[in-house]
């Protein structure tokens, strides 16, 4: 079956601290992943999509990073901000199809 | 601001109702994607619709239904609404069809609420 499962399921950490969420996935033929933000009530917003011949990915603070063999990917947030509170949701896509799985997400909390 | 508009914002109605959630896409963008998203639960995929045609389905019951219109708006109803079907639901589009490197940008959402 083909499953997208995300831990910690909430983090709460201190602002200027780093931290990493993990992204496991069962998805086959796996086309790509992507990793969202999504602020409270509000929709997502893309942060970094990788291919499975991509190794990592930076987008400012955020750097992912995929491990196809393994079929595991992370996003670490370095010097994280009050405004990276949010839900960090991965998604993969699958290869050959439109279809998209996403994770639960992670509800991070950066506290001041 | 991701350029996809999505009206209205919220929506009260009863159970056994039937509502209509509109989107529009970005300009230049082709196809649209419905999702729902449930207090607590991630993002659940509807439909997706790639100019004018249905491209996927996801978990749509068949008491929803979807379509997409020659400007590309897209409209999404829901019949014989249930409590739980209570939840927001999220539009997105992007210029392509959804290939490896096809990024879907999301509106603001419709908050549905069923009493």
């Known amino acids: 079956k083909n499953q997208v499962e995300q831990s910690p399921q909430s983090l709460i950490i201190l602002e200027g601290k780093n931290c990493t969420l993990q992204?496991?996935?069962?998805?086959?033929?796996?086309?790509?992943l992507r990793w969202y933000k999504q602020d409270t009530g509000r929709g997502p917003v893309s942060l970094t999509i990788?291919?499975?011949?991509?190794n990592t990915k930076s987008n400012g603070r955020y750097t992912a990073t995929l491990d196809a063999d393994t079929k595991q990917s992370s996003l670490h947030i370095t010097a994280s901000q009050l405004s990276d509170s949010a839900s960090y949701i991965c998604?993969?896509?699958?290869?050959?199809?439109?279809?998209?799985?996403f994770g639960t997400g992670t509800r991070l909390k950066v506290l001041a | 601001d991701s350029g996809v508009t999505q009206t209205p914002k919220h929506l009260i109605t009863a159970t056994g109702q039937r509502v209509t959630l509109r989107c529009s896409p970005r300009?230049?963008?082709?196809?649209v994607y419905w999702y729902q998203q449930s207090l607590d639960q991630g993002l659940q995929f509807l439909i997706q619709?790639?100019?004018?045609?249905?491209?996927a389905k996801g978990n749509i019951l068949e008491r929803f239904s979807a379509q997409q219109f020659p400007d590309l708006h897209s409209e999404l109803n829901l019949s014989s609404l249930e409590l739980g079907d209570s939840a927001l639901y999220f539009c997105?589009?992007?210029?392509?069809?959804?290939?490896?490197?096809?990024?879907?940008?999301f509106g603001p959402g419709t908050r549905l609420t069923v009493l």
């Open positions: 997105a589009s992007s210029v392509e069809a959804g290939g490896p490197l096809g990024e879907q940008f």
């Open positions: 992204c496991n996935y069962t998805v086959s033929p796996f086309s790509n």
């Open positions: 990788m291919t499975f011949s991509e």
């Open positions: 998604v993969v896509s699958l290869s050959g199809t439109y279809k998209y799985i």
């Open positions: 300009s230049g963008d082709l196809s």
């Open positions: 619709y790639y100019n004018g045609e249905e491209r």
